[in-house]
């Protein structure tokens, strides 16, 4: 049974030469204050601060698929279906985003033809476009040879969030063409949160908490908007294991049994609920590092549909030239200490389930 | 073996006769515009609003300790460690606090001496006063015959947060006295990440998620700090099973390997990790109301470490005259169903591990 790597990410160069081509955030360049620090990615405008850890260090390992096969040979990985990361395209002028969105998906299906059966991939929506434009880059998506779904982040369509009506037609189309949604963090939480010493910890709160607290949020808000009721066969891939969903699933359906409004407003009464979407509509990926979250995705979710993933390029090993990657091998420990002797649960989890989910 | 119920609070009248007395945030009162809602506590300045939610309802169950025995009656409860739930004291001008906290403190105390053995208690700081007053508090409860130890929120003094070296001396104190700190969230999220639709979901999306992400927030800050590291004996009992600590603490784990900043600062070099911590200085409430989460409070802590608990009065039926509550009943079925046949653990969970740390 082949390994399958299904949270992985690549920077195409149309893409990034599209943000080195801007001076404002999202952004790529270098900056004079660090000449040593090479090019900096300034995703977020918290992070367009004069210092050395302005944005994130990028390299190669961003936009060469070359790159990503090497590392996949490093780390025993068979098969990666790699997703465009952090922004997307949400920030462009709505006018030029589906033309970019081809351009972008155009070119992530050209690295797939060129590894063939090595690379497949999630495309990328122009979600500060019209339904219409999105509608169609879908229907484009699904013709096309290596595209096994969608990734997108929080935003919706400008900011409104996944619980907007408007992306109904978009759910509709999704559910239709049958394509995977990848739903990813973007935004983290406010800066505010994390208290007036946050800077002595580095990127760990926004990154370790921000990140799965922002996913946990825009799925319960797809829930309780009746996503799920209106579209009973929405598959929607969680990254980090589903943010918190595993582990707050009881506390959410207690606070909506619990809820007067909610009760007396009579709008959940026929609700499907969390544990029934989680079973039924939502797939897991493994990228949680640990045995204990391992464990709760697999019993909310099942052991048939939680995948491996990486996120790879971010979390690379702090010392240079290691080519088998910590990050990796903290996820692939997880799921083997969490299954014990379960040989063939770990192969469906390493790979078995996202053949057989993703056709790959 | 006894059912001990540690997450069960309780507003004493010397309390509720304070908020009464004033006119804004917080609170409590009826109102004009809602004269068949009865008294309302407001906590939060979002919460203050003119609308029939505004707050929430606040009968004699929050105030009167018979109600509080009757309820433990009809659920099987016998023993109720109670503490002050929020807003505590931390929003009192500084030169009233030592002494409110003295009286709140003396209250609870007698109450606790009315019911023997059926009652314990942790204690409120006048968190708004001096690290000196604070000390002196922790002090003289450490003397008191029923007091357990503290329940504290994430402010910290003056809202700085739990990371402030300035709180080293009341660490140090509830150390050295050996007393117990019952961690509580108290203001969720900042309401914008609830997005424009929140109001559909009466209370759900705070409650549920913004409270124990605020949890795990506060912890996460004390541990990258090394309030551990400095105070390898301090115990904290972390409300609602640790926020989401259990699921993302493989994350915070790797976020922290990962981290150049804090590996190239050198900081973080001798500190003690997460998972010591989770078995050393942390207990957990069994508050998480599914089987899932439960299972994980327990990997991550120890059977050993996790107690049965409520959070009476909040979250009662909303049938009106329903002595069983389904909060309760959720919370209880999670335990014998996470651990199945193994009797002598589901009664140390139910009781035992509380009666055996808390030393009841």
Chains 1, 2 share one sequence.
Request: negative net charge; proline residues 6%; aromatic residues 8%.
């Amino acid at each position: 049974m082949p390994v399958v790597d299904v949270h992985t990410h690549i920077y195409p160069s149309v893409y990034t030469e599209l943000l080195r081509s801007r001076d404002k955030v999202p952004y790529i360049r270098s900056f004079p204050d660090a000449p040593t620090a090479g090019d900096r990615l300034v995703i977020l405008p918290a992070e367009d601060t004069a210092s050395t850890s302005r944005g994130r260090p990028i390299g190669s390992e961003y936009y060469d698929i070359r790159q990503k096969i090497a590392f996949k040979d490093a780390n025993e990985i068979d098969i990666s279906v790699i997703s465009l990361a952090n922004p997307w395209l949400d920030w462009l002028p709505p006018n030029e985003a589906a033309e970019v969105a081809k351009k972008v998906n155009d070119d992530v299906e050209r690295m797939c033809e060129e590894y063939p059966k090595r690379l497949y991939a999630f495309g990328t929506l122009p979600l500060s476009a019209s339904a219409n434009d999105v509608v169609a880059e879908i229907e484009r998506l699904s013709t096309m040879k290596h595209m096994r779904g969608v990734i997108i982040g929080t935003a919706g369509l400008g900011g409104t969030g996944l619980d907007d009506p408007k992306l109904d037609p978009i759910y509709a189309a999704l559910e239709r063409t049958g394509q995977t949604v990848f739903l990813h963090p973007r935004w983290g939480l406010p800066g505010e949160v994390w208290g007036p010493r946050a800077s002595e910890y580095g990127h760990v709160l926004p990154l370790a908490l921000g990140f799965p607290h922002e996913t946990t949020i825009a799925v319960s808000r797809m829930l309780l908007s009746g996503v799920w009721d209106r579209f009973q066969d929405l598959n929607v891939l969680i990254a980090h294991s589903g943010g918190t969903l595993p582990f707050l699933a009881g506390r959410i359906e207690s606070c909506v049994a619990h809820d007067a409004h909610l009760k007396h407003g009579g709008k959940l009464e026929r609700r499907r609920d969390l544990w029934d979407v989680l079973k039924k509509n939502i797939y897991l990926d493994a990228v949680i590092y640990s045995e204990v979250g391992l464990k709760a995705a697999i019993d909310a979710s099942g052991a048939d549909r939680v995948m491996f993933g990486t996120d790879h390029p971010f979390f690379p090993p702090l010392d240079t030239g290691e080519t088998e990657w910590l990050s990796v091998r903290l996820n692939t420990r997880a799921v083997q200490t969490a299954l014990g002797d379960d040989q063939k649960t770990v192969e469906d989890v390493m790979g078995g389930n996202a053949v057989r989910i993703l056709k790959l």
